[in-house]
């Protein structure tokens, strides 16, 4: 079964880290020694000789074209443990704005409202495809031109619609997080609804299984392991959905405003660290993911 | 759809046109598969009379329509012509009032249900309360000899024990009819043979009527009281061979010459029925 499949390929074997570790060296040194050219023609470096001194230079630029790896760190340590969390108000105690983790918080709340609501659409779309030849035929259509338009085409229109309705901040984000997740949902729920083999759905027949039985007892287990592998992806870019949601209106919060900003006054040292926190944004929810897909297929007596 | 069908699942006897212990009643049926590649002719004129309490084995050549028959009469395939009942009723009448068990070629399990949980699948669906389905995945696990693999999941147990658990499954709402197609197919002669005395122990306590599918001469003089021989191509009957070994038989009986004499029918019911031209 796939559900026994997938669960078995995730413990990593012990002898996976050095290989990972020699790849990490490498990238690192390829970008270390990247930084002097990519820096070169910036005035810091103008008056300096020696290959050495140039390239201690290159690694402690304050607005360089490409930041060193310590320079990103270093902000983002800055931004978010070196900084105060939280604020006191009029209205009592609320996040630091200048705390990095304030603008991850603004977007994650976004990621995970759009991923609730497009898991859930995806969700209702594909038993909507599975159960009704009508629905397959007028729906998946749509379903697939939604992806081929461009998220970034389509997330203004949305912010500036939404907006003159007055509806300003986390929901339209969550909106285009959600557009953007309900497709590998949807996608990998008609798959896995469709999952049970004519045998098991024949044994339903034999029991005289109503529709309603069939998908609880068959049909929706047998999606489990499917709904999973979709949501690893839907999270990754109900994340994207949220970024991209910040930029069209030059929000103030959120981590697509750090970009955003960064971008604006030649912060690259800011945009980068920005950009790191989301990578860790995003690889936590896809372990939080993976951690519940593990306990439920371990409940749904998969092979360990 | 009604849970009255449990307390009666062998249906009005009396309405079965006459024959008070009819069964199933096959006249004349015929079924043609409509294939990308033309049409398969997998049935044709089959007349077949099944009384209550029998245990029919159909045996034949691969592709014969041994499953396909079986399949008709479970109302998962429709016959193109001619007519069958079942208890009296159509196979969807039969069907609909849940009056078979109906075990597949493979155990067919839900793998993410337990034993005892894939055994209470049909009480589930019949609305039974909780207490009778423990109760009765208990008393048919324990009869297939699974007492003490409730909690396991199917890919704990072996296959064999994995096709007891199907038939436990079946067995588990008392149906009068047993549709059993190859369920030992897959397994070891020794399983095999311990299946089949317990299966011939259990029809044996409960007069259940079965119709079985098997591959295997021995299996089916073995077991049944009528043996059906088909051929393929198209799928007929040819032969049926009363198999009148009396009720209580033990592993032994193969070796008497009663037996082989049986065999040595369907053996050559088996042959004739078989062109070599494919
Ligand atoms: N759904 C189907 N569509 C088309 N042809 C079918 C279908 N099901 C069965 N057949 C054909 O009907 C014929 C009888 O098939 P059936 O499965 O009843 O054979 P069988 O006697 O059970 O064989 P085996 O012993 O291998 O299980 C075969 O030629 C098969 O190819
Ligand atoms: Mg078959």
Redesign the interface.
Same mark, same amino acid.
């Given at each position: #079964?796939s %559900? %026994?499949a997938s669960s078995r390929a995730v413990p990593r074997k012990a002898g996976s880290t050095v290989p990972v570790l020699v790849i990490t060296a490498m990238i690192m040194a390829a970008w270390y020694a990247a930084c002097l050219p990519m820096n070169n023609d910036l005035p810091q470096l103008a008056r300096v000789t020696g290959l050495a001194e140039r390239y201690q230079v290159s690694w402690a630029i304050e607005r360089p074209v490409l930041p060193a790896p310590h320079q990103i760190v270093t902000e983002l340590y800055n931004s978010t443990i070196g900084t105060r969390l939280f604020r006191e108000t009029a209205d009592g105690v609320v996040l630091n704005p200048r705390n990095l983790v304030f603008h991850a918080w603004v977007t994650l709340s976004a990621t995970l409202l759009g991923f609730a609501m497009g898991s859930l659409l995806g969700i209702v779309i594909a038993i909507g495809i599975v159960h009704s030849r009508t629905l397959s035929k007028s729906l998946m259509p749509w379903v697939i031109i939604s992806q081929t338009i461009p998220i970034l085409a389509i997330a203004p229109i949305v912010i500036v619609a939404l907006g003159s309705i007055g509806l300003t901040g986390l929901v339209p984000k969550a909106i285009i997080s959600a557009y953007l997740c309900f497709f590998p949902v949807a996608i990998g729920m008609v798959k896995g609804l469709l999952s049970p083999d004519t #045998? &098991?759905l024949? $044994? #339903? =027949?034999?029991?005289? +299984?109503s529709v309603a &039985?069939t998908f609880w007892? $068959?049909r929706w287990?047998?999606a489990?392991p499917f709904l999973f592998a979709s949501l690893k992806v839907a999270i990754t870019i109900s994340l994207v959905g949220a970024i991209v949601g910040e930029l069209p209106t030059g929000a103030q919060a959120g981590l697509g405003a750090r970009l955003l900003s960064g971008s604006y006054f030649g912060q690259t040292i800011q945009i980068w660290s920005a950009l790191l926190f989301a990578a860790l944004l995003a690889a936590l929810l896809v372990v939080a993911v993976t951690l519940a897909e593990r306990l439920t297929l371990k409940a #749904? +007596?998969? =092979?360990p | 759809m009604s849970d009255a069908a449990l307390d009666r699942p062998a249906g009005p006897a009396g309405r079965s046109d006459g024959l008070s212990d009819g069964v199933i009643d096959i006249r004349d049926l015929s079924l043609t598969f409509q294939t990308a590649d033309g049409p398969v002719y997998a049935l044709s004129h089959v007349d077949l009379a099944v009384r209550k309490g029998e245990f029919i084995s159909f045996i034949g050549p691969s592709g014969c329509g041994k499953t396909t028959l079986l399949r008709v009469i479970a109302d998962l395939e429709q016959a193109s012509s001619g007519q069958i009942s079942v208890n009296g009723l159509t196979p969807e009448e039969a069907r609909l009032n849940r009056q078979y068990g109906y075990v597949f070629q493979a155990p067919a399990l839900y793998p993410w249900r337990t034993i005892e949980k894939n055994v209470m699948l049909p009480l589930e669906v019949f609305g039974m309360t909780a207490a009778e389905r423990t109760a009765r995945a208990r008393k048919y696990l324990a009869l297939v000899n699974l007492a003490g693999f409730e909690q396991k999941f199917p890919w704990q147990l072996s296959g064999g024990m994995q096709q007891r658990a199907s038939i436990a499954r079946a067995l588990s709402f008392d149906p009068q009819l047993l549709l059993m197609d190859e369920p030992f197919g897959a397994l070891d002669e020794i399983v095999r043979d311990k299946l089949n005395e317990q299966l011939l122990r259990l029809w044996a306590e409960t007069r259940k009527t079965v119709i079985f599918v098997t591959h295997s001469i021995p299996e089916a003089v073995f077991l049944s009281t009528r043996i059906v021989v088909m051929s393929p191509r198209p799928g007929r009957i040819i032969d049926i061979i009363d198999c009148d070994l009396g009720d209580n038989r033990s592993l032994d009986i193969r070796e008497t010459p009663r037996f082989l004499a049986i065999a040595q029918r369907v053996r050559e019911g088996l042959r004739a029925g078989h062109s070599y031209d494919d």
């Open positions: #079964m %559900a %026994a #045998m &098991q024949d $044994l #339903m =027949r034999t029991y005289n +299984g &039985q007892k $068959l287990p047998a489990v #749904m +007596g998969s =092979r | -």
